[in-house]
T-cell receptor
Framework: ETGVTQTPRHLVMGMTNKKSLKCEQH?????MYWYKQSAKKPLELMFV???????ENNSVPSRFSPECPNSSHLFLHLHTLQPEDSALYLC???????????????FGNGTRLTVT | GQSLEQPSEVTAVEGAIVQINCTYQ??????LSWYQQHDGGAPTFLSY????GLEETGRFSSFLSRSDSYGYLLLQELQMKDSASYFC???????????FGQGTELSVKP
């Protein structure tokens, strides 16, 4: 399998549930990202990891908790979410975070999250 | 802040040429990328401009003018499969951040 894979593709959860999103990249990249995509809005950068260290946290609520155990895997742990958190959550990777200008992002197909 | 502006929707017919514009904030700007996203799919990288001028890749070309804080994506010989959302994305602070526009939904009609 190649590229960036995300699981699950769809997730419905209640506001009191705890769930995790998983992302795996098979490209040998050093940087991984979580983006949130809501309808009619720009993609919002949530977290950036470079060489397994978090280098960016864009004022994301603490109910979203990322984890990067190695350079190939990225998780987003979810707990006590709100209905407005319903969105498409996209994972991406790039060869290097610092040299992003010549290092395009490779996205997964995303997890469609619905919070009820 | 660092925000990008692009039209929300564009409609064109097969075989035509369409231009999708993008304006950006200049502070800390490094370069402009374009991504394509089909409905239900992942965004995919199309092009990157760090210097002024036109970059051509097959039917798609991308242009940047730093003096005007403006760029565009040009799609030629439109095909039905080009119906998708197109996002401009600006690199800021020497590659530290990639900020996306809200996307332009292109509909190609027969």
């Amino acid at each position: 399998e190649t590229g960036v894979t995300q699981t699950p593709r769809h997730l419905v959860m209640g506001m009191t549930n705890k769930k995790s999103l998983k992302c795996e990249q098979h490209l040998g990249h050093n940087a991984m990202y979580w983006y949130k995509q809501s309808a009619k809005k720009p993609l919002e950068l949530m977290f950036v990891y470079s060489l397994e260290e978090r280098v960016e946290n864009n004022s994301v609520p603490s109910r979203f908790s990322p984890e990067c155990p190695n350079s190939s895997h990225l998780f987003l742990h979810l707990h006590t979410l709100q209905p407005e958190d319903s969105a498409l959550y996209l994972c991406a990777s790039s060869q290097d975070q610092v040299k992003l200008y010549n290092s395009p992002l490779h996205f997964g197909n995303g997890t469609r999250l619905t919070v009820t | 802040g660092q925000s990008l502006e692009q039209p929300s929707e564009v409609t064109a017919v097969e075989g035509a040429i369409v231009q999708i514009n993008c304006t950006y904030q200049t502070s800390g700007f490094y370069g402009l990328s374009w991504y394509q996203q089909h409905d239900g799919g992942a965004p995919t990288f199309l092009s990157y401009n760090a210097l002024d001028g036109l970059e051509e890749t097959g039917r798609f070309s991308s242009f940047l003018s730093r003096s005007d804080s403006y760029g565009y994506l040009l799609l030629q010989e439109l095909q039905m499969k080009d119906s998708a959302s197109y996002f401009c994305a600006a690199v800021y602070n020497q590659g530290g951040k990639l900020i996306f526009g809200q996307g332009t939904e292109l509909s190609v009609k027969p």
